[in-house]
Antibody, heavy 120, light 109 residues
Framework: QLQLQESGPGLVKPSETLSLTCTVSGGSISSSSYYWGWIRQPPGKGLEWIGSIYYSGSTYYNPSLKSRVTISVDTSKNQFSLKLSSVTAADTAVYYC????????????WGQGTLVTVSS | EIVMTQSPATLSVSPGERATLSCRASQSVSSNLAWYQQKPGQAPRLLIYGASTRATGIPARFSGSGSGTEFTLTISSLQSEDFAVYYCQQYNNWPPAYTFGQGTKLEIK
């Protein structure tokens, strides 16, 4: 059974960079042609796609966040990562990592999510 | 950017009754539409993809329909575990992008 687990600091200071890692178990990031993605959800609000990455490293980002986002993959560790720079309180959210299906049309496996609070 | 609008924001239904949730796209998304269920403190769970295909393990009481800009999620006979927030999500072919509706909260009447 495929499992995804987010990890990283739960508290980030304003103007700094938020960094999260998603560890995939029960399957290899590089063994199949899947995309992997990050989605966030501010407290009490809806879902926002941040960006996606292919195991080869090809990336696609939400245009509204593109200037601040970097997603990378480390196939040797079976992980992919998110960096969001110049954070503000508006970036406070639960951050989810997820797998996109083979057609890359929907998210079929999700991590449990991790709350990141931006505060001094 | 394609905007997804869900209605109603909150739907109150009694157990055993039918619930109908709507999702409208600002432009055609063909059948590139998925539905998710989210319970408090949990990650979203995929219910429907391709507008009408149930995901693995999803009960038959959940059904999706629609194409283009108008989509519907129907829960035929509500069980207690179905009360949650439901999100629709569209996929844009190029450049690849995904947008979610704002959600419909399905509550017990």
């Amino acid at each position: 059974q495929l499992q995804l687990q987010e990890s990283g600091p739960g508290l980030v200071k304003p103007s700094e960079t938020l960094s999260l890692t998603c560890t995939v178990s029960g399957g290899s990031i590089s063994s199949s042609s899947y995309y992997w993605g990050w989605i966030r959800q501010p407290p009490g609000k809806g879902l926002e796609w941040i960006g996606s990455i292919y195991y080869s490293g090809s990336t696609y980002y939400n245009p509204s966040l593109k200037s601040r986002v970097t997603i990378s993959v480390d196939t040797s560790k079976n992980q992919f990562s998110l960096k969001l720079s110049s954070v503000t309180a508006a970036d406070t959210a639960v951050y989810y990592c997820a797998r996109l299906d083979l057609g890359a049309t929907h998210f079929d496996y999700w991590g449990q999510g991790t709350l990141v609070t931006v505060s001094s | 950017e394609i905007v997804m609008t869900q209605s109603p924001a909150t739907l109150s239904v009694s157990p055993g009754e039918r619930a109908t949730l709507s999702c409208r796209a600002s432009q055609s998304v063909s059948s590139n539409l998925a539905w998710y269920q989210q319970k408090p403190g949990q990650a979203p769970r995929l219910l429907i993809y391709g507008a009408s295909t149930r995901a693995t393990g999803i009960p038959a009481r959940f059904s999706g329909s629609g194409s283009g800009t108008e989509f519907t999620l129907t829960i035929s006979s509500l069980q207690s575990e179905d009360f949650a927030v439901y999100y629709c999500q569209q996929y844009n072919n190029w450049p690849p992008a995904y947008t979610f509706g704002q959600g419909t909260k399905l509550e017990i009447k």
